[in-house]
C-alpha cells in the first residue's frame, strides 16, 4: 500500500517536501495525496514494527479514499492520526 500511494503520487506529477507541510485540511485531491504520499515516506523511514505498519497503512487507505471523496477535513484528522502514531516512540 505504501508503494502505491507513492506511485499515485509521482504519477500526478507531485514533488515531495516536507513530510508534515500540511497543518490544515488540504484544498484539493492533489495536495491532499501529496500529504499521504509524505507521511507514508516518513512512516517508511522510521522502520516501523509490522503491527504498527499494520495501522499506519490502514490509516492511509482511510485518508486516500477520504482524498478521492474530496473530504479534506476528514483526511486532515486522519493525517493527524497518523502523524500521532508515527512520531510516538
Given amino acids: 500500500m505504501l508503494r502505491s500511494i507513492a506511485a499515485a503520487?509521482?504519477?500526478i506529477g507531485l514533488a515531495a517536501s516536507s513530510a508534515f507541510a500540511?497543518?490544515?485540511?488540504p484544498?484539493?485531491?492533489e495536495e491532499c495525496l501529496k500529504t499521504a504520499f509524505d507521511i507514508a515516506?516518513?512512516?517508511e523511514g522510521k522502520k516501523l514494527p509490522e503491527?504498527?505498519?499494520d495501522k499506519?497503512?490502514?490509516l492511509l487507505n482511510r485518508m486516500e479514499s477520504?482524498?478521492?471523496a474530496k473530504q479534506f477535513t476528514e483526511a486532515a484528522a486522519v493525517a493527524t492520526d497518523l502523524k500521532s502514531m508515527i512520531e510516538k516512540p
Fill in 56 to 58: 499506519v497503512e490502514e
Fill in 27 to 29: 484544498a484539493n485531491p
Fill in 22 to 25: 500540511q497543518a490544515n485540511a
Fill in 9 to 11: 503520487a509521482v504519477c
Fill in 51 to 53: 503491527e504498527q505498519l
Fill in 41 to 43: 515516506q516518513v512512516a
Fill in 66 to 68: 477520504h482524498c478521492d
